[in-house]
């Protein structure tokens, strides 16, 4: 039987790490399944609907930017946590620009592997008592969990989604990177602080000239009271 966490996949081509992963995220009380390359991990993720997918990019065969390219244009939005080498700082930007959700670079602690999942669980399934926001040409519902821009679905993986609530219930009030690491990501690290970058050029590209984020220079962002 699967424990009341739910099952976590882990798609890692070394074993060692592969075997330290499942052992934290086992003593956490997840179910873990394991695969060695990326497409056995693909059809996992597939197959099993894990609760959260930690996913070497560095995979023999398919590695893990295509791997999350293709679990994207499935329209499968399972939480990803990327694992990366130091030297991979591009794949690593490319991999969250295909809809990862966070990503923790080699050598890293299991410690804070189990509360990156752990907290990418909690954006996942945390209640939104906010109301709906209605922005210029945006109106998105944190309940339904829905975004519409001119009244056509905008699809947003859960950390693009919980970035645009979190700057939409506050318009005007400006954002530090590190806040919004703290209070959207669920932990704050200013070594990661690009990360915040990069999720708020994804929503802008996906938003077009109806996105009411403005970079406040020296700062950070904040929400404009529309889209203009």
């Known amino acids: 039987m699967t424990p009341s966490k739910g099952l976590v996949l882990v798609v890692e081509d070394e074993r060692h790490i592969a075997d330290l992963q499942r052992l934290y995220l086992a003593r956490e009380g997840f179910g873990v399944h394991t695969e060695s390359d990326g497409a056995a991990g693909l059809e ?29 244009a499935a329209d499968d939005w399972t939480p990803v946590i990327l694992v990366t080498a130091r030297d991979e700082e591009a794949d690593r930007i490319l991999g969250l620009e295909l809809g990862a959700d966070d990503y923790v670079t080699k050598p890293f602690s299991p410690r804070e592997l189990v509360a990156r999942v752990k907290a990418v669980l909690r954006r996942t399934a945390r209640p939104q008592a906010d109301g709906v926001h209605t922005v210029g040409r945006l109106r998105l519902d944190p309940l339904r969990r829905t975004l519409h821009r001119d009244g056509e679905p905008v699809e947003l993986t ?11 219930a ?4 400006v954002f530090g990177r590190e806040q919004l690491l703290s209070q959207v990501w669920g932990y704050a690290d200013y070594r990661d602080s690009r990360v915040v970058d990069v ?26 009271e529309s889209g203009r």
């Open 199 to 224: 999720y708020v050029s994804q929503l802008r590209a996906k938003l077009g000239d109806a996105s009411p984020i403005r970079t406040v220079r020296g700062v950070g962002y904040s929400a404009q």
């Open 44 to 72: 996992a993720a597939r197959r099993l609907r894990p609760v959260a997918v930690v996913l070497d990019i560095g995979l023999p065969g398919l590695d893990g930017t295509e791997f999350c390219r293709r679990l994207r």
């Open 170 to 173: 506050r318009p005007g009030q």
């Open 158 to 168: 859960t950390t693009e989604f919980n970035l645009l609530a979190h700057l939409l």
